[in-house]
C-alpha cells in the first residue's frame, strides 16, 4: 500500500496527536536517539577529505530520503496511521503558524538560554531530553528568524527559481556547485552574508537553536522541513523526467571529489542502497 504524506497544516488535531505520540514513544524507547545519532555520524565538511553523503554532495537528496523513510517506518510501526507531515514554509512561514501550536511543535526558544519551554517536546514536560546535543542542559533550543542578525523564510519565487533548474548537479559537488538543482535546494550561496544560505540552509537557520548543524534531527521539526524537501525533489523529478541523477560514474582519477562523493550506483551508508535505488519513490508514499 501506497501511503500519503501530508501538508502539516492540513492535519486534523487527531492526526496530529497521533505524530506526536509516535514521535515521542520513538524517544522513549531510544530509537529517536539513534536517528540524531546517524545525522551526527554523516555530518562532514566540505573540507573534509572523507567520504560526504549526506551535505553539501551530490547524494544530499537520496540519503536524506532514505533517513526520512527509515524514521517513517518506526513511526509506523508504533502506529500505522502515522506519516511524516511536510511543513511547506513558504506559506507557514511566521512564528503564528498553527506548526507551532501547544499540540504540535511548541513554539520558539525564550530569551536568554532558548530553551523550548511549550508544547510537547518542552524538556519539563518530561519527555524531550536531549542525548546528542553539544549543548548543556539536555532541552530543545529555537530562535525564530535569528533576531541577532534576521533572517526571512524562502519564498515561493526562490523555490520556483530552483525548479528551473535543468540538470540535476554539477562540478565541485559540493557547497560551491554554482548552478544544478541539488545546491540550489540544498542553499549553499557565495559570501558570508545571510545570503550564504538559501532555502533548505535557510530553513535550519531560521529556526536556530539545535536545527543549526548535525544535531538538528534533535528539533523533531526537521523531519517536516525534510519532507518538504524530499517533496520539492519529487516534484522536479516529475518536471524534468530526463534529468537523471548526477553524477553517473566517479570523477576520473586525480579529480579532488573521486571517493569523496556517492555516483548513481554506489553505496550509501549506513544502509546498503544506492542514489539509483532512491529515485523512485511511487510505491512507497506520495504527497498530497
Ligand atoms: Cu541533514
Redesign the pocket.
Known sequence: MVHTRKNQRGLTSAERRKFVSAVLELKRRGTYDEFVRT?IDYYVADGETRLRL??ATPSFLPW?RKFLLEFERELRRIDPTVTVPYWDWTRDNTPAASLWGEDFMGGNGRRGDLQVTTGPFAHAGGRWNIVYGMTEGGFLTRDFGRPSSPLTLPTEAQVDAVMRETVYDVAPWNSTSASGFRNGLEGWGPGRTNDRFRLHNRVHRWVGGLMLGGA?VNDPVFWLH?SFVDLLWSRWQQRHPRATYLPTRQPPPGDAQRGRIAALDDRMGPWDVTPAQMLDHSGIYRYV
Open positions: 545525522h549526506a551535505h536524506h538538528s525534510h
